[in-house]
């Protein structure tokens, strides 16, 4: 285990794969500690994008072997976390604040922002279509115009703010 504090270099090194990033985000929703086995589970269902039932023995076992002999090790020579392999027990050591930075943010609140884009899309579409074939006056094709570039930006918006959890907002809605 390293006694000296980590470097951004170190942090950059050690947080640049993205197995590890989403193992110590498990154990920061666990309060800093876990077996194995759940870890194994959760990661390998973020990987493969589905719920922990569906996450299939061959998904667990490629997720096991790596994080069992090379990305626990690393984590644990970095200083991050205290990894007993016979016990199969992991447990957090720095604060969460020194590298939270480096973490996937709301890994299980993943939304799906292309679908949104995608219905503002074809909504624009289809109103410019509307707007090409019903007898509309010239007026009118830039109020739609207006309108669709409102509703890109507002789910620009909503996107960026989710985000964004640390984000202040500079008045109180309530």
């Known amino acids: 285990m390293s006694d000296h504090e980590l470097t951004q270099a170190e942090l950059f090194d050690v947080f640049s794969n993205a197995r590890r990033r989403r193992a110590v985000q498990y154990l920061t929703y666990q309060n800093g500690s876990c077996d194995l086995a759940p870890l194994v589970e959760q990661v390998a269902a973020w990987e493969n994008d589905t719920d922990l039932e569906a ?68 909504l624009g579409t289809v109103a410019v279509v509307a707007t090409w074939l019903a007898p509309v006056s010239v007026a009118a094709v830039p109020l739609v115009v207006l309108a669709l570039c409102g509703i890109v930006l507002a789910i620009a918006l909503v996107q960026h703010v989710s985000r964004r959890p640390d984000l202040e907002v500079p008045f109180d809605p309530a």
């Open 55 to 122: 996450v299939t023995r061959t998904q667990r076992r490629r997720v096991y072997i790596s994080l069992y002999q090379t990305h626990l090790p690393m984590l644990e020579d970095h200083g991050i976390v205290d990894w007993d392999p016979d016990a199969h027990a992991i447990e957090l050591l720095p604060s969460e604040d020194v590298f939270e930075p480096y973490l996937d943010r709301r890994l299980e609140n993943h939304r799906q922002w292309h679908r949104h884009y995608l219905t503002a899309t074809l």
